[in-house]
């Protein structure tokens, strides 16, 4: 029997809601599955914490994480805390000091009635976004010279390491190797001289290893305009964090909306625990209604199976997101259903066990 | 009798293809109109000259340009010029020394014909993106540390100047109330922690001197979203350079595509003479072909005239680029006709003969 420890941080507006449904998946599985159990220890971290304790984490949370084999993340971010604060010392604190470089982000549309696309089918929305996650323009790094004066002025700068840099590409490329599909660099070398000027020149150095592996490079504002216009063209994308932060957002609204958008935050050398999260955010102005859709949290938690190594079991929960779709009475309101969150939880765990592999 | 004086540069690729077009609108109201006249110089500055002369320009180039009332440029870029020396030594070196800070793009659906969005109709899609066009992300500064390394390091670095930030978003503001629109700021303060949180309290602050103008402030990856999901929030927007480039082209993806697209860089206090572009690039795999589409190119001449305070004449144009929609057969392949680049001009101006203003 292999169990796997999953630290919870529901954190912030409909994170807790959706996460709930989340955790239901992974009961049902291990009903359904002997061979496999899930533990889960809960943490009350995220901005009312913050404003009771003046911190977004205990002191010593990095280490309380890092005994678990994944973290499974809702929503961060709350009205009264500033972003800056929130998200830098929870979200991006674990996917850096976790050193999780590698942010995977499928751009896969489940059904053509999802998209606000005229003409675009499931065939032609397929692709799975690379992101580098752990530097890059999200460094942190600047200075805000002169405060209040005339010639007050502010810096802020990426970083891009050679390691940084070149680890995430050759992951990509294994990736687009492994599964046999194009790769798209997205960067944006005629203005930003020398960040993206490097990255151009590491992903051309490292694609010498791979010469099976056909690539394509897009300037970010081309690539965002094809991401509308001839979204076929890409497979596997690999791109900066910031870019990667940018270009998801329209793969989501090109398939459906943030409700079912997720992420995974990889260390791919399991050195730490790697965290899995619906990238749909804490969504204040909707939060404790329970009408959140929790069919992100629970791709998020495919995404996880998957890294366990539980691919079938991945591949199954996919599998029942992409059929209960067509059940649209039994959706939320974004995607034109009247079901509450709750309900869709109960309704796919239901599904979940009568489903199948479809593929 | 006021005359102009109008610098050309066509630029590579499709540029002086499309640009020629633009000049016959301008002689064509030169001919309806006795009260206007336009002189025109050439400069054959580009990637072919750079590459017969090592430079992109005139060492002297920006002095020549100096005495023009406007530049109307074509196009920059080519194979076997890198694009961080084509851009930054031409188009680039142009907006920014001559101090044309502000970057007017509108995003505005001619026909609902031209979007891919489902559902979406001219009243849907019709804002102005004013874009920071002298600093921020394309400040060109960094380093290139311990180059061939393993310890190699790359820093880019964003410069955001109180003078910069605040004459911008003014700039916003003031258009925002003579327009009576909203105004949207977008940035990304949870992430970019020195920047953006000074973007955002810059836009803060000058709001406080115009309380009658509505505002809203949106996150990058959510602004992205929403242009393909609900254009409808935005009327005016105002952002960073860097983010202006990545939004305008998803307003081009929305709005007919790239063929559609033009942006005007100005120098409000007319130190120095302002610029005008088709940005739809050089696409050298259509230069030559004679099927560029030059009604972003003409688009560009109605900018032009607004800016020579020849409103009347900007309008109508613009309500001819809105007219000749309509007749297929006289459009490039692009926007589904036969026609070639010349014959779109040519029945452009035509068209212009007659048409009255339209709104
Ligand atoms: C919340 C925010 C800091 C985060 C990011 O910018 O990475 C989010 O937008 C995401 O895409 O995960
Ligand atoms: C060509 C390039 C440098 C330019 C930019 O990034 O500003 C272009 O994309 C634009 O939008 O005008």
Redesign the pocket.
């Given at each position: 029997m292999k169990t796997f420890h999953i630290a919870l941080i529901p954190g912030d507006g409909i994170g807790p809601e959706v996460v709930a449904q989340g955790v239901k998946v992974f009961k049902a599985i291990e009903k359904m599955d002997d061979s496999v159990s899930f533990t889960f220890e809960e943490f009350p971290w995220g901005c009312e914490y913050y404003l009771q304790h003046g911190k977004m984490m205990d002191e010593d949370g990095m280490e309380q994480l890092k005994q678990f084999d994944a973290i499974y993340l809702g929503a961060v971010g709350y009205p009264g805390v500033p972003d800056h604060i929130s998200l830098r010392e929870l979200l991006i604190k674990i996917r850096r000091g976790f050193d999780q470089y590698v942010n995977l982000r499928p751009v896969t549309l489940l059904h053509r009635k999802l998209t606000p696309l005229k003409n675009k089918t499931e065939k032609d929305i397929d692709m799975l976004v690379i992101r580098e996650n752990s530097e890059g323009e999200y460094a942190g790094a600047g200075e805000w010279l002169f405060k209040g004066k005339p010639e007050e002025v502010v810096l802020q700068t990426g970083v891009f390491s050679r390691k940084g840099t070149e680890r995430i590409i050759r992951y990509a490329y294994e990736e687009a190797r492994r599964t046999n599909r194009t790769l798209t660099s997205i960067s944006?070398g005629?203005?930003l001289n020398y960040s993206m000027v490097f990255w151009d020149q590491v992903f051309e150095e490292v694609g010498r290893e791979f010469p099976d592996v056909n690539t394509y490079s897009y300037?970010v504002?081309?690539a965002s305009l094809y991401f509308v216009e001839q979204p076929e063209r890409f497979e596997v994308v690999v791109t900066s964090n910031l870019f990667g932060d940018i270009v998801t957002d329209i793969g989501a609204a090109i398939t459906g909306g943030m409700g079912l958008a997720t992420g995974a935050n990889i260390n791919p050398e399991k050195t730490y625990p790697s965290m899995f999260e619906p990238v749909h955010g804490s969504a204040p102005d909707i939060a404790g209604k329970g009408i959140a859709n929790p069919l992100a949290a629970i791709w998020s938690v495919s995404q996880m199976l998957d890294f366990f190594g539980l691919e079938e079991w991945g591949k199954r929960v996919f599998c029942t997101i992409k059929e209960i779709i067509n059940h649209e009475e039994h959706l939320t309101p974004d995607l034109g259903g009247k079901a509450s969150t709750e309900e869709v939880g109960d309704y796919f765990v239901n599904l979940l066990m009568q489903t199948k592999e479809l593929d």
């Open positions: 944006k005629n203005a300037l504002d081309a």
